[in-house]
């Protein structure tokens, strides 16, 4: 039955060279009800624009399910089917293992199929770290997990997560009177993390909508390279974060610039930073993070002393760690011997 | 008192082979030609998938196999394979299958015909192993076809059958089988293998038509709904639900046409109960001990009969009722708990209740609980049953008390 022997090869997506050579068809249209500014709606639309047509999509629950694809409406011009919150690894997994052994048996007609899972931080990082983590062993089955992170649970009303910036006001972290500062974890290194501990996990990255065409690329690159495979995107939430929703774009280029965001590929465990990220690792001066912060109203109630907290730990990324803004591994600690 | 049986020789192009139950359900999902199974350890259901692990290692099965690091991944993963037409296998006992749980609520809405095993096994806490029927009993009311087997032949049969079911595009559904753990499991009986050349003549290829995953098929499933669709959406199962009757009778009429052999009665089997004055129902391996104890008060004169329910959902509430209709007083031995249900009874014993309502005849019903943990259900277990039931059948009316039997007070 089938016309060609399977070969689990994936689609050659090559990267666009520059934003007029990118391609003019959109597979994320009208058909969603997100918020004004909503950078996590451009990821998706860039996201399955780069992946192009011969893509299925599989979306947990989120802001990218519940504000994005509500019956009687959708936006997905390709397949599209919800899964769990905690579930998009395993849904990657399941789908391309699906598609793989029906190939391979010839029971389906082969050919490379884009297999794209996506959650939010609070699904991703948090619920379904465990299933992201377990499909990023398995190095037979092709698939890309792109959490969004706009840094909260955002869908349920701006809840704090384990990607929420220290000292954020979310709904569970509300500052108050008695207690101004009620969320004092720091946020989860998880692009790192995951480069770290699958070995042979060929791809991770980190994007920002703010620098589209480097993020599409990202993108072909992880469905090119073949094997499980993993991104995460800062987008900034005009609701969660508290601005006016035309600043998305320019907060999400201050993340970089002050280096609170790091831009890197880990491709084949070789570590290469990217655009402003690359500068900073070079030598450039960070912008300071307190440009980033004051912008956002979720950072309203910040004193001096929270400002310089949060810098030293931003400057710690760049100065102290090992792999500067990669991995938190320092050379030693000032005073040991 | 022992009843000799012999053995009865392989059936036509049938080969004879002495496996356990979960060995038998390895041996038909090899026939069906699995795609894609996921795997995670828990007693007692996991000898399943490592006897499908040795199909797929000496090459008799070629399928996926990826062992998950959690149930709720592992029946996911299957969940979404389906989704793109592999025709997938999953299955857990206790705590693992309630890890699983939010996969379970979802699967039948997604109209995913997964078809699972559940080793029944106690749940925790505590720690148990022994046999219990509430792990399965708990997606009841889901949308999942729920059947009980008490032989490796069963299982093995039940299991190319349930493809058949559950991927008629009339149903749908996902089922569960049980078995009881270790009492079936693990338990080695004579089976009739079909050769590949009938379960072929009797399983159709799974298509998905058109809820089909495919680039060529670009779909929105299972978009977010609001209080203007939820409650159509629901009906829809519901019709399927429903449809599945008439599909699981001519699923067995065609088994039974092709393999040349099976039960008449899909819905339930039925013991000595053409003239019985007390019947008694039990689900899964209680059987065994029901039978011989039947045997003995049949050697007293008493005129006992067992009816073993086979399908819980659907359940098969006018054939149920048919059944019992002749009986003078009716027993029902759950291998479960309902704590604080109407009457403090079992599971079964309130569905058979419900299901009796109506009826022109309602004899009395007596509500038994025994064998939880795998605590050996003996024939004096039996006995006292029936007893309690023939004292009920002479005053004409039951105490909806519900006994527990073979606890230590």
């Known amino acids: 039955m089938a016309d060609t022997a399977f070969t689990n090869a994936t689609q050659i997506l090559e990267p666009f060279k520059g934003v007029k050579k990118v391609t003019i068809e959109e597979y994320f249209t009208s058909g969603h009800r997100t918020c004004q500014g909503c950078e996590s709606a451009l990821v998706m639309k860039l ?120 000292g954020a006001n979310t709904t569970f972290s509300p500052p108050g009177s008695v207690k101004r500062i009620i969320h004092t974890r720091w946020k989860k290194n998880t692009a790192g993390m995951l480069a770290a501990g699958h070995p042979e996990c060929r791809y991770v990255a980190t994007v920002d909508a703010s620098y589209a065409v480097e993020m599409m690329n990202k993108v072909r690159k992880a469905l090119t390279i073949g094997g499980p495979t993993f991104i995460h995107s800062l987008d900034p939430c005009p609701k969660g974060w508290d601005y006016d929703p035309m600043l998305s774009h320019e907060l999400g280029e201050l993340a970089v610039e002050t280096g609170v965001f790091p831009l890197y590929e880990v491709e084949d465990g070789v570590v290469r930073h990217y655009g402003k ?35 030293a730990k931003v400057d710690e990324m760049w100065d102290k760690w090992e792999i500067p803004g990669v991995i938190p591994f320092w050379k030693e600690r000032p005073g040991t011997k | 008192m022992a009843v000799e049986t012999k053995p009865a020789g392989a059936v036509a192009d049938h080969k004879e082979m002495l496996i356990s139950g979960s060995e038998a359900c390895a041996e038909a999902l090899t026939l069906a030609d699995l795609d894609v199974v996921t795997a995670y350890p828990i007693r007692p259901y996991d000898t399943v998938m490592q006897a499908i692990a040795k199909k797929i290692a000496n090459g008799q099965l070629e399928a996926e196999y990826i062992v998950a690091e959690g149930e709720h991944s592992q029946f996911e993963i299957v969940k979404h394979a389906s989704t793109v037409g592999a025709r997938v296998f999953c299955g857990s006992s206790g705590v693992g299958w309630m890890y699983a749980m939010e996969c379970l609520t979802v699967t039948p809405p997604l109209r995913v015909p997964m078809v699972c095993m559940v080793g029944n096994r106690a749940l925790d806490d505590p720690g148990a192993f022994g046999v219990e029927h509430n792990d399965a009993l708990v997606v009841r009311d889901l949308g999942w076809l729920l059947i009980w087997v008490d032989t490796a032949q069963e299982m093995l049969d039940t299991t190319l059958l349930a493809y058949r079911i559950a991927e008629d595009r009339r149903v749908f559904l996902p089922i569960a089988i049980s078995a009881d753990g270790a009492f079936l499991t693990h338990s080695q009986a004579i089976c009739q ?54 599909v699981i009778d001519e699923a067995y009429a065609d088994f039974r046409k092709v393999m040349g052999r099976g039960p008449e009665n899909p819905w339930f089997e039925e013991y000595m109960t053409d003239d019985a004055e007390i019947i008694l129902i039990g689900m899964g391996t209680i059987s065994l001990p029901m ?65 009796l309502y109506n009826a ?50």
């Not at chain 1, 579930?87 to 029906?102: C, I």
């Not at chain 2, 079909?194 to 998905?208: N, Q, T, W």
Request: glycine share 10%; proline share 6%.
């Open chain 1, 277 to 311: 990220t690359k500068a900073i690792v070079e030598g450039r001066p960070r912008k300071p993070v307190r440009e980033y912060l004051l912008k956002q109203g979720r950072f309203a109630h910040f004193t001096e002393e929270d400002l310089e907290y949060f810098q």
């Open chain 1, 47 to 166: 996201m399955v624009k780069a992946a192009g047509p011969r893509t299925i999509v599989l979306g947990s629950t989120g802001c990218m399910y519940v504000a994005n694809t509500t019956y009687y409406t959708t936006p997905w011009v390709v397949p599209w089917m919800h899964t769990q919150l905690g579930s998009s690894g395993s849904a990657a997994l399941g789908t391309s293992a699906g598609l793989k052994a029906l190939m391979r048996k010839g029971k389906m007609k082969s050919e490379p199929i884009n297999v794209i899972a996506f959650c939010g931080d609070g699904g991703g990082a948090d619920m379904g770290l465990g299933a992201i983590s377990a499909t990023l062993t398995h190095k037979e089955y092709n698939s890309l997990i792109l959490l969004y992170d706009n840094e909260s649970y955002a869908n349920t009303d701006i809840q704090l997560s384990g990607s929420t910036p220290y």
């Open chain 2, 291 to 355: 039978k011989v104890g039947i045997r003995n008060m049949r050697a007293q004169g008493k005129k006992v009969g067992l009816i073993r329910p086979r399908w819980f959902r659907p359940f098969p509430t006018e054939r149920m009722v048919k059944a019992l209709s002749k009986a003078s007083a009716i027993g029902v031995i759950d291998r479960d708990y309902s704590f604080g249900s109407p009457f403090n009874s079992g599971v079964v014993a309130n569905e058979i209740r419900a299901a």
């Open chain 2, 360 to 409: 022109d005849k309602r004899p009395p019903l007596l509500s038994f609980i025994c064998g939880l943990g795998g605590r050996e259900v003996t024939l004096e277990d039996v006995a006292k049953a029936a007893d309690m039931c023939y004292a009920a059948a002479k005053a004409g009316k039951s105490d909806p008390k519900t006994h527990w039997l073979g606890v230590r007070e």
């Open chain 2, 193 to 246: 293998v079909p050769s590949r050349g009938l379960v072929d003549k009797f399983l159709p290829r799974y298509d998905r038509g058109d809820l089909l995953l495919h680039p060529d098929n670009p779909i929105t499933v299972a978009p977010q709904a609001n209080e203007d669709w939820v409650i159509e959406i629901r009906r829809q199962n519901d019709e399927a639900m429903k449809r599945a009757t008439a």
